[in-house]
């Protein structure tokens, strides 16, 4: 048995001798070299190992474990080592991955061989066959220049889409070696070997790590070896796998997210920048993929589809009637050129790429070049804490704007009026708002602001989300505190602004104009001519009245007040305004004039005022639909039909009250100020100046009543005239005939003050009773008072709005003298309705056909315009007097 054992081992043994043998026989047959000169312009050189790696070398365990069956030759053993040192540089990154071993000493040969074989075309055997017919077509130079090292291959690189399939995948490989080694790329090296050993010394060669270094140290490159370095960066950029290292930190996300996406035009960079903020994105692929958008904005060029899509629009918009790949490499500008001018893109793709640049801008300050570049010490000194992404930095600079050097504060407001006009630019806002947009706001386009007005218009709604709400009335502040930040204000009103507005503030210097032409347009509205900027100052005014932080000035005149009395008031819906106002006796005088001029903003539209608005819906709906907002006219309307059985309790108090509040300021009442704006300056300029909430101006021009132009007299007779429509006791405007009201009118029907208009026509009554006796029934002041609210036709002015009121005063005159029972009445002595029996119903039925012949008869005399003959009372007033 040993016997036999030892045979077979011996004859195992020559076995082994022999393939040894052979082996070493075949190597140094192999290691013979051979002249190539595939190429004839290109030196003829001397070719080892059938142009592959040495068999019997330093990487011989790994052929023997990995390349068994590969046919040496043209570089295929090189190949396949290749192949295991990326597997190796993979497995190093991904924990999850089995460890590949390869030696330091496989490595270096296999990266020597690559870096001999580059510095000439002919030494790659396989290149110069590829690559012989399009080296001779587009890189025959040599003629001219002299031949240098590494000269064909390069101009073959620079020309990579004209060649022939078999050359461009040889092209590829040859890009490969260079993108892992930097010393296969013979201009790289040479332009870069000083700097990778003065700032990269003891780095790995092989996987990328010194490219890699040499680019976070690119500051302190010189001249040469940075130009080198973008040239490489720019061939590499259109495929991930040329860019080693972020090829070797994402394999894992490459194949978790773009498993399906083919390599080639950037495809797979793509793709990772579009999931790098999913779950499961790794934290140093992400930050490697931020490095990638980051050289691409400073560059346009690095991003090779930009480039090629948006090639026409740079050279007529941005490269300044230059060549566009004649750019300066440093040029950073042409990118914010392409935003600047992205509505006057004609591609579509170019302008969608444009626009996703500058959504990543405002995402990340590194991807904002200019204000990373301009805030950049002001963001060690104060935000030097803060991670960039999510608009985390820009945000920190915003609320530290006061602090900011001034090339910071206005590079950072430029950019804010930019990003204020797309919601894909208002990062935290469209995270937090992404139900409501798809919620609300499905079909809504994104640019123009018009999905962030959307969200603006539901943000009340009871579905919307708190931290959207939040996000949506952060931004109205922001738009709030100047004009250029509101995007569609801006832009509707731009020749308005230039017109009316040009001296308030100006737009130089990056410093807010804190509301002041906001203000300007406000104030006067009736003299902008662009009905598209009358429609955004009055949303503008809608954001005021809604939430006090929305009127800047406001909010700073009232931040005191606001905190001792209404701290625990919650904003939005006018609750602030409402407790300020519940307040203004005690507010400061600064508070109490913003205020105030709120106040007169709302009387011009019902639109302003939230709270009439809620309580006042469906009278609204009912009694005014037909008429449109503006000058007052709703409120007016819904004055006028206040005394209609069907209109609520609710609204009818909020109508009472604002009338009653209009006494004690004349220009919260708007068609009165517009009618006797120049009366007041020239008759009661003084009661105007004291700012009393006295009903001082009033009360002048009721004392110069004939002094006033009839369009003022008009206005201020049935300003008078509402208010005696609302009596109360006390009231400002009125309190001159509570005595007389109270003897004449509530002696005999205490319940009188409970129906609107009642007092007034009791009032109108005694003064037509006195004048026709000549005996005044009022005193002086009320007589002169109800004068004035007495129109010329008192009947049309009175009986229009007072109907049910008159019909029940004289119904309750005749129950007096009759003792008949013509009205129900409630248990406070309210009359509910009209009760006819008897003699009386053939009365009333009588009377009923004596009216309509009488209106028949008056129908005809006006319509043939024969005069009426029945005399009446000419009542002259005395000028300044009564």
Not at 518 to 529: F, H, P, S
Request: contains cysteine; proline residues 3%; glycine residues 6%.
């Amino acid at each position: 048995m040993r016997h036999r054992l030892f045979i077979v081992t011996f004859i195992g043994a020559l076995a082994c001798c022999a393939f040894a043998q052979s082996t070493v026989t075949a190597a140094a047959k192999n290691a013979t070299g051979k002249t190539v000169q595939e190429i004839e312009f290109a030196p003829a050189v001397e070719v080892l190992n059938n142009d592959d790696i040495d068999l019997t070398g330093n990487c011989l365990n790994e052929i023997k474990k990995n390349c068994d069956g590969i046919e040496a030759g043209e570089g295929r053993i090189a190949d396949c080592v290749s192949d295991l040192i990326s597997e190796a540089e993979l497995a190093e990154s991904d924990s999850e991955s089995d460890p590949v071993e390869v030696t330091d000493a496989c490595r270096e040969e296999v990266y020597q061989y690559k870096i001999s074989r580059n510095s000439n075309i002919n030494k790659n055997v396989p290149l110069a066959k590829a690559c012989k017919i399009d080296a001779e077509k587009h890189c025959n130079i040599t003629w001219f220049f002299g031949y240098k090292s590494g000269q064909i291959i390069s101009c073959l690189r620079e020309i990579k889409e004209l060649l022939a399939p078999a050359c461009a995948k040889q092209i590829f490989k040859l890009q490969m070696d260079a993108a892992v080694d930097f010393r296969a790329d013979p201009q790289l090296y040479e332009n870069c070997k000083s700097d990778a050993q003065t700032l990269c010394d003891g780095v790995k060669f092989g996987g990328g790590r010194v490219q890699a270094c040499l680019r976070d140290k690119r500051m302190q490159l010189s001249w040469g070896c940075e130009e080198q370095l973008f040239r490489q960066e720019l061939e590499d950029a259109d495929d991930i796998r040329l860019s080693v290292r972020l090829y070797t930190k994402c394999i894992r996300e490459k194949r978790k997210f773009c498993a399906e996406v083919q390599p080639g035009s950037a495809r797979v960079k793509d793709c990772l920048e579009a999931h790098r903020d999913d779950d499961g994105f790794g934290k140093e692929c992400r930050e490697e993929v931020d490095k990638m958008i980051e050289q691409r904005v400073r560059d346009f060029r690095l991003d090779s589809r930009l480039k090629r899509t948006c090639g026409s629009d740079i050279y007529n918009m941005c490269a300044y009637l230059g060549d566009v790949d004649t750019l300066d490499t440093d040029d950073v500008a042409v990118v914010h050129c392409l935003q600047d001018y992205v509505n006057e893109i004609s591609e579509p793709g170019c302008r969608a790429m444009v626009l996703k640049y500058k959504e990543l801008a405002s995402q990340d300050i590194r991807f904002d070049l200019p204000l990373a570049d301009a805030c950049y010490e002001d963001r060690q000194r104060i935000c030097a804490d803060v991670p960039p992404g999510s608009a985390r930095v820009i945000r920190c600079l915003e609320s530290g704007r006061d602090r900011l050097s001034p090339e910071c504060r206005a590079t950072l407001f430029d950019e804010e009026v930019r990003f204020s006009e797309n919601i894909d630019f208002q990062f935290p806002m469209k995270m937090a708002c992404a139900k409501e947009l798809q919620l609300y706001c499905k079909d809504v386009p994104h640019g123009e602001a018009r999905a962030i007005r959307c969200l603006q218009d539901n943000k009340d709604e009871s579905d919307f989300g708190k931290e959207c709400r939040k996000q949506v009335e952060q931004y109205e502040q922001e738009a709030a505190s100047d004009y250029r930040l509101n995007h569609r204000l801006n832009k509707a009103c731009a020749d308005d602004i230039s017109l009316l507005c040009s001296s308030v503030c100006s737009a130089e210097g990056g410093s807010p104009c804190g509301g002041t032409v906001l203000r300007c347009l406000t104030e006067r509205q009736e003299d902008i001519k662009n009905s598209a900027c009358k429609q955004e100052v009055l949303y503008f005014e809608k954001m005021e009245v809604s939430n006090y932080h929305n009127d800047v000035i406001l909010a700073a005149a009232c931040r005191d007040d606001v905190q001792k009395f209404c701290a625990e008031v919650e904003s939005g819906e006018g609750r602030m305004h409402e407790c300020l106002r519940a307040h203004r006796t005690e507010l400061s005088d600064s508070c109490r004039r913003e205020e105030l001029l709120l106040e007169e903003q709302e009387a011009e539209n019902v639109e302003l005022r939230p709270g009439l608005l809620r309580t006042c819906r469906n009278e609204r709906r009912a009694f005014c639909s037909a008429v449109s907002p503006g000058q007052a006219r709703v409120f007016r309307c819904l004055a006028e039909k206040m005394s209609d059985p069907d209109f609520g309790e609710p609204c009818r108090q909020e109508i009472i009250k604002k009338l009653q509040r209009r006494q004690a300021n004349w220009k919260l009442d708007p068609t009165l100020r517009k009618a006797c704006k120049s009366s007041v300056s020239s008759l009661c300029a003084s009661e105007d100046q004291a700012n009393s909430e006295q009903g001082l101006v009033y009360k002048c021009l009721a004392t110069h009543y004939m002094d006033l132009d009839e369009g003022c007299q008009k206005e201020l007779g049935r300003a008078v005239h509402m208010a005696f429509f609302v009596w109360s006791e006390g009231a400002i405007l009125t309190s001159d005939c509570d005595d007389d009201v109270e003897t004449l009118c509530l002696a005999s029907r205490p319940n009188m003050a409970a129906t609107p208009g009642a007092v007034g026509q009791c009032l109108a009554a005694k003064l037509e009773e006195g004048t026709k006796s000549q005996k005044p029934l009022l005193s002086d002041k009320c007589s002169a008072l109800v004068d004035v609210a007495e129109p010329p036709n008192m009947k049309q002015a009175f009986e229009a709005t007072l109907t049910v009121a008159l019909l029940q005063s004289q119904l309750s005159a005749v129950e007096a003298k009759t003792g008949l029972t013509m009205l129900q009445r409630d248990t406070q002595g309210n009359a509910q309705a009209l009760t006819l029996t008897g003699w009386t119903a053939l009365l009333g039925i009588a009377s009923m056909v004596l009216l309509i012949l009488w209106g028949v008869n008056y129908g005809y005399r006006r319509y043939k315009g024969i005069p009426e003959q029945a005399g009446y009372t000419l009542v002259v007033k005395g000028k300044g007097q009564r």
